[in-house]
């Protein structure tokens, strides 16, 4: 019997389900888990998870990939429970691996990827929406973010693989659709075009979402497709991060405060209906009482209805581990404060 367990993001969520299908004949007992490297926390949590599964299944095979087994792989190397560390370059051949059976570790490095894994899927076990990955790596550097080093370069799935995934799913039953990515508004070929080419070929969607989306990177096609379409879900999850412009430029994002509250109102002049969520990080080096205030007001400039928030945790080899560093203590108060600015819509 396989299990896969999933940590982290939508796109790790699509992966898990791409192991499943290619494992679906392996016959010992095997768990993989798939891990997320976005947070110390996270990485915590992964580890706990194997120590108990291991626990609780002393028999079974432990097979680490994901996030944190691409840019961590020593600490799980470690483990008595592992045996077998796999990169998210190597996740997408997870078969050959485990036809090797004497292999410990295999992390090659994610740089060289040059596409992404063309596996169809034929379901989403458990789910009501189906996430479909349109998109992978990100060629941007924030300064605070792991995950250029965990996921590689910016590479994106031709629009008909995603238009012959999303008619795949459609066709199981699956009529809500979400289209992610690491850097979703960077896909390659155009988020507008390939949102436009699924809504028109495929018959049976009941509805259209997307991942969380850049704000510097949502453009004037894209807003007038979700003006015109009502297939496409009218909630909107933005990448934002803060709301001070100080820190948003030692974050390296590229968009301003005034960015967030423009492209809101721009959609909202399309879609009256139009929610949005989105991503904070709270205590992020050098950020001062007046600036985490400036994102606190943005909240409520922007109409954002659902807080998405994290105390900001150092990534080892980011520029911004080696910025001055905000209390941990006060971190956590400050998001705390945040999330109830929006308590009855958290997660």
């Given at each position: 019997?396989?299990q896969?367990?999933?940590?982290?993001?939508?796109?790790?969520?699509?992966?898990?389900?791409?192991?499943?299908?290619?494992?679906?004949?392996?016959?010992?007992?095997?768990?993989?888990?798939?891990?997320?490297?976005v947070?110390?926390?996270?990485?915590?949590?992964?580890?706990?998870?194997?120590r108990?599964?291991?626990?609780?299944?002393?028999?079974?095979?432990?097979?680490?990939?994901?996030?944190?087994?691409?840019?961590?792989?020593?600490?799980?190397?470690?483990?008595?429970?592992?045996?077998?560390?796999?990169?998210?370059?190597?996740?997408?051949?997870?078969?050959?691996?485990m036809?090797?059976?004497?292999?410990?570790?295999?992390?090659?490095?994610?740089?060289?990827?040059?596409?992404?894994?063309?596996?169809?899927?034929?379901?989403?076990?458990?789910?009501?929406?189906?996430?479909?990955?349109?998109?992978?790596?990100?060629?941007?550097?924030?300064?605070?973010?792991?995950?250029?080093?965990?996921?590689?370069?910016?590479?994106?799935?031709?629009?008909?693989?995603v238009?012959?995934?999303?008619?795949?799913?459609?066709?199981?039953?699956?009529?809500?659709?979400?289209?992610?990515?690491?850097?979703?508004?960077?896909?390659?070929?155009?988020?507008?075009?390939?949102?436009?080419?699924?809504?028109?070929?495929?018959?049976?969607i009941?509805?259209?979402?997307?991942?969380?989306?850049?704000?510097?990177?949502?453009?004037?096609?894209?807003?007038?497709?979700?003006?015109?379409?009502?297939?496409?879900?009218?909630?909107?999850?933005?990448?934002?991060?803060?709301?001070?412009?100080?820190?948003?430029?030692?974050?390296?994002?590229?968009?301003t405060?005034?960015?967030?509250?423009?492209?809101?109102?721009?959609?909202?002049?399309?879609?009256?209906?139009?929610?949005?969520?989105?991503?904070?990080?709270?205590?992020?080096?050098?950020?001062?009482?007046?600036?985490?205030?400036?994102?606190?007001?943005?909240?409520?400039?922007?109409?954002?209805?659902?807080?998405?928030?994290?105390?900001?945790?150092?990534?080892?080899?980011?520029?911004?581990?080696?910025?001055?560093?905000?209390?941990?203590?006060?971190?956590?108060?400050?998001?705390?404060?945040?999330?109830?600015l929006?308590?009855?819509?958290?997660?």
């Amino acid at each position: 019997m396989v299990q896969v367990i999933t940590f982290g993001c939508r796109l790790n969520a699509f992966e898990s389900e791409v192991i499943k299908e290619k494992l679906r004949h392996f016959s010992d007992d095997l768990i993989v888990i798939n891990t997320c490297a976005v947070t110390g926390e996270a990485e915590r949590q992964c580890r706990q998870t194997v120590r108990k599964l291991k626990k609780e299944n002393p028999n079974a095979k432990i097979v680490v990939t994901g996030c944190s087994a691409e840019v961590h792989a020593d600490s799980f190397l470690r483990m008595k429970e592992v045996d077998l560390v796999l990169g998210n370059k190597e996740k997408a051949d997870i078969e050959k691996y485990m036809a090797l059976g004497d292999v410990k570790a295999v992390v090659e490095g994610i740089s060289s990827a040059e596409n992404i894994d063309s596996y169809m899927i034929t379901g989403f076990e458990g789910r009501q929406k189906a996430f479909v990955q349109i998109q992978q790596g990100c060629n941007h550097r924030c300064t605070y973010c792991i995950v250029p080093y965990a996921r590689g370069k910016n590479r994106s799935a031709p629009i008909e693989n995603v238009v012959r995934q999303v008619k795949v799913l459609v066709e199981q039953g699956l009529d809500k659709i979400c289209l992610t990515g690491v850097d979703l508004c960077s896909y390659e070929y155009g988020l507008a075009n390939v949102v436009r080419a699924v809504l028109s070929e495929v018959q049976g969607i009941k509805e259209l979402s997307f991942g969380s989306m850049d704000p510097a990177a949502v453009d004037d096609d894209l807003i007038d497709l979700i003006g015109q379409n009502a297939k496409i879900l009218p909630y909107f999850h933005l990448s934002v991060q803060s709301g001070d412009n100080l820190i948003l430029k030692r974050m390296g994002r590229r968009h301003t405060r005034e960015d967030v509250i423009g492209l809101c109102n721009k959609i909202r002049a399309v879609r009256k209906d139009a929610t949005f969520g989105a991503d904070f990080i709270c205590g992020f080096p050098t950020e001062s009482k007046d600036a985490f205030l400036n994102t606190c007001k943005l909240v409520e400039e922007a109409g954002i209805n659902k807080l998405h928030v994290f105390p900001y945790s150092e990534r080892k080899g980011t520029p911004a581990a080696q910025m001055p560093q905000i209390d941990m203590h006060e971190r956590r108060e400050r998001a705390k404060i945040l999330r109830d600015l929006r308590k009855d819509t958290n997660d």
